[in-house]
């Protein structure tokens, strides 16, 4: 059963287990540094569909069905859905599940989005109220250009604090451990965070705006645990990206917890910097699920990671928010993965 | 703790009982048959402030710091908020909620969030996740007009199967029933429904895109418990409207289920049809969100009612996927409330 520790924390005594995960990706995702990780590479963004949105959702049914197939399971075996992205009105999700006929639970944390689905799908399991549930999130840098900036074919000039939004989808089966107990890599803890308003209004540097939150959402979770950076093999936020990343690294450390040496930021993974012209590093939904879902999920499975702090950020505007004068508030949730 | 019986039915032993509920509305829901139930009453739909969206976040705020005050707590005693709307990155629900200091997690599901929020705060609490947890949702009928079709000031025509969005929101403060043993409103059981699509594509008739998904949950629920309409004292759909609320009923009769002695739907409640120009009835996330945060449940904790089945309806389109010549997917969430 979830207990409680501290005041935001979650201690899940049964450690939920990861039955299948998979990742599906476009061809700059492919051509990063993790290219060989991912389960399924597109090298038409299109994914041969009439539209950014459905191709969207495409990527996020494909995970579904090859972590599904990865677990040796079908959708008929999952009890609940949690899926999410940042399309108005969550429509990769709903049009890319609808087949599936599983319960379904939209979910919406901006770019923690991933970190949220496996948190909740992570208690459903642990709590009982479901056997199976999969978590599954997305994004696609055309729709999020068109939907949050400027269209394709107007080419704008990006900033050097701006981040790309990677095409990719991740997804995570989960069961309970006593039902599994070959599988190896568990859910542990988690702690949802607050809403964090830094006064950031820049929206070509939502790092900026993500920092604070996760900054405070690591904090909650050290204090409440006992723990600190030490404790962990890797701490993995995503996305915070360049900007993003030396801020948080900045902010803990004046709190006197050095996670330097133990993090790594999905946005400057997912990419090679000098090579692939992306600025700040990665972004989107999609960004943290495609990482999470490939190289870390696959290192924990045979050994190579043991203690992982997820760490989800997701910048809480829209595109009528900013343009009504609004700042960028920021959210981080944390889900601590052990194998 | 929760245990699942039949195959989509999650049964809820502890009872997580309501702490506090209220409902914040506009002027035209105010003028509605249950305007002696809202906490408060908003006569300008601007609430003061310079945008619609605003406004609406304002709704949100209000009705959970209603429910907080009437249940004697602060926000600093909620461990988790459930939080959701219709707009774009739901952008009422982050604006609305960031002061609050409460982990915050968004859901989607369209009209059917408030049933979504209710549903998985009761989980937390009856899992021993949280403690005490909150659920809200709230729609604005201007916010709405200028997202989904046209700006107020074109003065579209409405179709006579088209609803009215509710400016609306409505909150529940829920707690472990042992811990409180004095609130009489119990959360029992819970179904999360599939995603249905019948292939309806008329973006003004909502309510027959979310009857099938209607249908089909309280089927699942009906199967999974043994039970009969009969059984309850109100069947309470939100939002199917005139045409989807019919289109229910002849579909659950076909099935030998006649659910029309106990069957009424919040969209059909909310406004006076004669007299107020509504068309099909109200919708939108605060619609149902409104009706149960006041007069349901306060006709539940004198005694009134006993046995409610609360079923959330969405239709989980956007304008992007409608103009896309994409299909309305509905989705339709159960929450068995007693008293």
């Known amino acids: 059963m979830p207990t409680r520790i501290g005041k935001y924390t979650i201690k899940l005594e049964t450690g939920p287990s990861v039955l299948g995960f998979a990742a599906v990706v476009g061809k700059k995702e492919s051509e990063g540094p993790y290219g060989e990780y991912y389960d399924q590479c597109h090298t038409d963004t299109t994914l ?31 009890d609940c859905i949690f899926a999410g992205d940042l399309l108005n009105q969550c429509i990769s999700s709903t049009f890319g599940l609808r087949s599936l006929n599983i319960p379904f639970l939209g979910q919406y944390g901006a770019c923690s989005t991933m970190a949220q689905t496996l948190a909740i799908a992570s208690l459903f399991v642990e709590s009982g109220a479901a056997v199976r549930t999969a978590a599954v999130t997305s994004s696609h840098f055309c729709s999020a250009e068109r939907q949050f900036r400027f269209p394709l074919e107007y080419g704008g000039q990006r900033t050097p604090t701006a ?11 989960l069961g309970a451990r006593n039902a599994y107990p070959a599988q190896s890599v568990t859910m542990q803890a988690i702690t949802f965070g607050r809403i964090v308003d830094y006064d950031i209004k820049d929206v070509t540097n939502m790092g900026a705006a993500m920092a604070p939150a996760a900054a405070n959402t690591l904090t909650d979770y050290f204090n409440d645990t006992g723990t600190n950076p030490q404790d962990y093999d890797l701490i993995l936020t995503g996305d915070l990206g360049l900007v993003g990343s030396s801020l948080l690294d ?41 990482i999470l879902c490939s190289a870390i999920l696959q290192q924990m499975s045979i050994g190579q990671l043991h203690k992982v702090l997820f760490l989800g950020t997701g910048a809480l505007m829209s595109p009528t928010s900013s343009q009504q004068g609004e700042t960028i508030p920021g959210v981080a949730h944390l889900v601590y993965l052990q194998s």
């Open 48 to 78: 041969g569909e009439s539209s950014w949105e459905k191709a969207e959702s495409r990527l996020q049914n494909e995970a579904v069905h090859l972590a599904l197939n990865k677990a040796g399971l079908k959708s008929g075996d999952i």
């Open 163 to 173: 981040q790309w939004t990677a095409t990719a989808a991740g997804s995570v089966i």
């Open 250 to 290: 900045d902010m803990m450390k004046r709190e006197g917890r050095d996670i330097r040496p133990v993090h790594n930021d999905c946005g400057l993974m997912i990419y090679d910097r000098e090579k692939q012209d992306v600025h700040a590093g990665g972004s989107g939904c999609g960004c943290s699920a495609a």
